[in-house]
């Protein structure tokens, strides 16, 4: 069964760039990667997914290397709203090709002004 | 559309009360998803559906707990005989699974069970 880990916290500063990984054991090939943000008493709110290489959207990228053992989210020039908990969210598809779903634990990012 | 919604927002019971709680997911997904999560930590999967069949359970829905979405739109979530191990905030997703897989989860705001 795949098992997610992240660092617990990070600390940034405003207009930074921050980088979070997210290391999964046993990924299959046709597992995807997606990033989660939350905020307190607030259900996660989606922020990119990926299969490998480079995603890139609006308000992130996502890098996964060939081995797919972890995933990076970048977040670029970090403002003191996203301050909040960041989960990977890893999904395992079994030979039926039902899901699994494993988050991470989370990692809490805080913006200093 | 209004997004995922969750009733109540928030519960609390006494030990060996019996709790339900009804998510209405976005209209068109006809994937609906099921998470506890507790203080601290990520959401922890506990069963979803596809229309109206369950398709997975995880082994943290013990007897106590079912699950039911009967004409594969809203779904509600019930625990039998509530212990205080069971205080978490419930989580419920909805996704399309033909645009966008299992990944692009849409939550609600959750229910949050407090057991006395």
């Known amino acids: 069964l795949a098992k997610t880990t992240q660092p617990i916290s990070m600390d940034s500063y405003e207009g930074q760039e921050v980088n979070i990984t997210c290391s999964h054991n046993?990924?299959?090939?046709?597992?995807?990667i997606t990033w989660y943000q939350q905020f307190p008493s607030q259900g996660p709110r989606f922020i990119i997914q990926?299969?490998?290489t480079k995603v890139t959207n609006e308000v992130a990228s996502l890098f996964i290397p060939a081995d797919r053992k972890s995933s990076t989210l970048s977040l670029p020039r970090v403002s003191l709203s996203d301050t909040a908990v960041y989960y990977c969210?890893?999904?395992?598809?079994?030979?039926?090709?039902?899901?699994?779903?494993?988050f991470g634990q989370g990692t809490t990012l805080q913006v200093k002004p | 559309d209004t997004g995922v919604s969750q009733n109540p927002r928030h519960k609390i019971t006494k030990r060996g009360q019996n709790v339900t709680f009804r998510c209405d997911p976005i209209?068109?997904?006809?994937?609906l998803y099921w998470y506890r999560q507790t203080l601290g930590q990520g959401p922890e999967f506990l069963t979803y559906?596809?229309?109206?069949?369950?398709?997975?359970k995880s082994r943290l829905l013990s007897d106590r707990f079912s699950a039911e979405r009967p004409k594969g739109s809203f779904s509600t979530l019930e625990i039998q005989r509530t212990e205080q191990g069971d205080s978490a905030m419930y989580l419920c997703?909805?996704?399309?699974?033909?645009?966008?897989?299992?990944?692009?989860?849409?939550f609600g705001p959750g229910t949050r069970l407090t057991v006395l």
């Open positions: 209209s068109e997904h006809n994937r």
């Open positions: 559906f596809q229309n109206e069949a369950q398709l997975e």
């Open positions: 969210l890893v999904v395992f598809l079994g030979s039926s090709n039902t899901g699994k779903l494993i």
């Open positions: 997703a909805s996704s399309d699974e033909l645009a966008t897989g299992f990944g692009t989860q849409y």
């Open positions: 990926g299969y490998k």
């Open positions: 046993n990924i299959a090939t046709n597992d995807y």
